[in-house]
């Protein structure tokens, strides 16, 4: 899992549509965008100086926010029917979490593997998106206090995911 930065942007009014490519062909260039959905863009935090001048240059009005690049569904993750909520999977196959909506915990036992297992089941319950070899779940954030809950009632440890992670 990657921290990334995504940027919404929003091209000025009455633009002919080779515009929209032009921007993309330049973005490709600049090596800042890492993935992309539609007018979202996923970028690697110490390539955003580079992709906001390009963007600032076509006079692109930008959404910025905090997400998490979970890996694809070929490294073990599944989603559930809420994903669209909280998430998008760009054609390349990539699956982006948006934090400020999701959060995603990692369960860990402290010795007993089948109380571990029974944590894991209730999370899985409340989660958006599961990586079940690594104990990975995403799960709605406000739902956070609820996981940790968890993780002390099955005597487990229940950690958001970090950068320090």
């Given at each position: 899992?990657?921290?990334?930065?995504g940027i919404e942007m929003a091209l000025p009014?009455?633009?002919l549509p080779g515009f929209y490519a032009q921007i993309?062909?330049?973005?490709?260039?600049?090596?800042?965008v890492?993935?992309?959905?539609?007018?979202?863009?996923?970028v690697n935090p110490d390539r955003?100086?580079?992709?906001?001048?390009?963007?600032?240059?076509?006079?692109a009005e930008t959404e910025i926010g905090p997400w998490l690049l979970l890996g694809s569904a070929d490294d073990g993750w599944t989603t559930g029917s809420l994903w669209t909520d909280y998430g998008v999977e760009t054609r390349s196959g990539n699956l982006f979490a948006d934090l400020n909506l999701a959060a995603a915990v990692q369960l860990e036992d402290k010795g007993d593997a089948a109380e571990a297992?029974?944590?894991?089941?209730?999370?899985?319950?409340?989660?958006i998106a599961?990586?079940?070899?690594?104990?990975?779940?995403?799960?709605?954030?406000?739902?956070?206090?609820?996981a940790e809950r968890i993780g002390e009632a099955y005597r487990c440890l229940v950690t958001e995911y970090s950068s320090k992670s």
């Open positions: 899992m990657q921290f990334v930065t009014e009455g633009k993309i062909k330049k973005l490709a260039s600049s090596g800042g890492a993935d992309r959905d539609k007018n979202l863009l996923f955003m100086e580079a992709v906001m001048d390009v963007l600032q240059a076509y006079k297992r029974l944590a894991g089941i209730q999370l899985e319950e409340h989660a599961t990586h079940p070899a690594s104990r990975t779940y995403v799960i709605d954030r406000q739902l956070l206090p609820l």
